[in-house]
């Protein structure tokens, strides 16, 4: 009848034949590890890091609606004070028009009056010239 018991690992044997089984096995486990041992440690140190990754990505995935906050805060406060300037800008520029028009409609005033005296005046002037002219003054 054969065994059919696990085999044993290497590292176990020495553990459990040694009459320091206890403190050998300890020593032997640290010092030489089995390929057992070093997949089982290196994927260990993959979960760490892991973690350490994930870790990181949650505090940066916390910090986003902050930044974002920020980000359109100040795109806000850029397009209120780009607003603002070109109010004003719009604003100066409609007195500008505004004066513009008046002093315009102020020289067509004084153009109609100039034209309504020189009319009068230019009328006296045939007047005058015509009387001279007839010999009556």
């Known amino acids: 009848m054969q065994n059919k018991q696990n085999p044993i690992d ?3 044997k020495i553990v459990t034949e040694s009459p320091h089984a206890e403190a050998e096995g300890a020593h032997k486990h640290t010092k030489d590890l089995g ?3 070093k997949f089982i440690q290196k994927v260990l140190e993959i979960e760490k890091e892991a973690d350490k990754i994930h870790d990181k990505a949650v505090r940066e995935a916390e910090q986003l609606p902050v930044r974002a906050d920020q ?3 100040s795109t806000i406060d850029k397009a209120r004070v780009d607003a603002q300037g070109e109010a004003a800008r ?3 520029q409609a007195k500008v028009q505004e004066q513009s028009a008046n002093i315009l409609a102020e020289a067509e005033k004084n153009i109609q009056q100039t034209e309504l005296l020189a ?5 006296r002037a045939v007047a005058y010239v015509v009387a001279r002219v007839i010999g009556r003054e």
């Open 10 to 12: 290497p590292v176990e």
């Open 35 to 37: 390929p057992n041992e």
């Open 71 to 73: 980000e359109s805060q």
């Open 90 to 92: 719009l604003v100066d």
């Open 119 to 123: 009319s009068n005046n230019f009328n």
